[in-house]
């Protein structure tokens, strides 16, 4: 069963039973002794981290580690227990969901598109409103996202059709339709879950220096295996079999030599490789 399919399943259980009218959410996330199991099997131990609104926070460790798992119970695509995740001081069972994922723009490892057209997908989720004006905020995403300089090239611009999953598109091109469609909704909390793996390099930093005025006016969750991607978070936090293990900034986890330091220097030593190939 792939992670969408997963997903799509526990959603389906999820309710909204303990909602209370909330005001207008700004972004601060609280996990507070965060413990959860995933079918039986622990994923997440104990973890604490309190990310105040308009941070930036990286999420590195090893593949297994429980990274994608803990971004998603903030949206609640998964039901973590009561009283340890909170959005603004109020725990997320209690905000309505409608309010909760309008202020999630949440891109995962496994993109999913309609069969649709290119600007319908990345549309998708706006409210409803004047043409124009939705697709100026489609252009405006699109651009940060680098899916622009595509779309120029392809047959009918924004009205060109993706096909099922968008099969016509290739891997990060997916990404960063799927990243320009959470751009779009403007939310309070960002998160990519490794959303731009299938990105080359140089279309990664011009995704970023994008990103970073972006970022600036909300929280946002970066997860990801490269260092290249979030060693200009305000914080960075790793995670091991469920644990943290390390937190802080690049140059304070570079010089305490510890997990991030040692993925830092592999990843230097594959650039040099591959600048000597």
Do not use: C, W
């Not at 997860?223 to 293990?245: F, N, Y």
Request: aromatic share 6%.
């Amino acid at each position: 069963m792939g992670r969408i399919d997963e997903i799509l399943r526990a959603t389906a259980e999820i309710g909204d039973e303990q909602a209370r009218p909330t005001p207008p959410l700004r972004g601060e996330v609280e996990f507070r002794h965060l413990t959860f199991s995933y079918d039986g099997r622990p994923v997440l131990h104990d973890v604490s981290l309190a990310v105040p609104a308009g941070t930036t926070v990286a999420i590195v460790g090893p593949t297994g580690s429980g990274k994608s798992t803990l971004v998603s119970l903030i949206p609640r695509l998964f039901e973590a227990p009561p009283g340890t995740v909170l959005v603004d001081g109020h725990d997320v069972r209690t905000i309505p969901l409608h309010a909760l994922r309008g202020a999630v723009g949440l891109v995962p490892q496994e993109t999913f598109l309609f069969s649709d057209t290119v600007g319908e997908n990345v549309a998708f989720g706006l409210p409803a409103g004047g043409a124009e004006s939705v697709r100026r905020r489609v252009e405006e995403a699109a651009g940060v996202a680098q899916l622009d300089k595509d779309v120029r090239d392809f047959s009918h611009g924004y009205e060109t059709f993706v096909g099922e999953r968008g099969i016509t598109l290739s891997g990060g091109q997916k990404q960063r339709a799927a990243l320009a469609r959470a751009l779009a909704i403007d939310p309070r909390i960002l998160i990519l879950d490794d959303a731009l793996a299938s990105v080359d390099t140089y279309t990664e930093e011009q995704i970023l220096a994008g990103l970073r005025g972006v970022m600036a006016e909300r929280t946002t969750f970066l997860v990801s295996h490269r260092v290249s991607t979030v060693k200009e978070a305000d914080l960075i936090v790793v995670l091991r079999e469920g644990r943290i293990v390390e937190r802080g900034t690049h140059q304070e986890l570079v010089a305490r030599g510890g997990f991030y330091a040692e993925l830092h220097r592999r990843q230097l030593l594959e650039e040099e490789v591959e600048k000597t190939a």
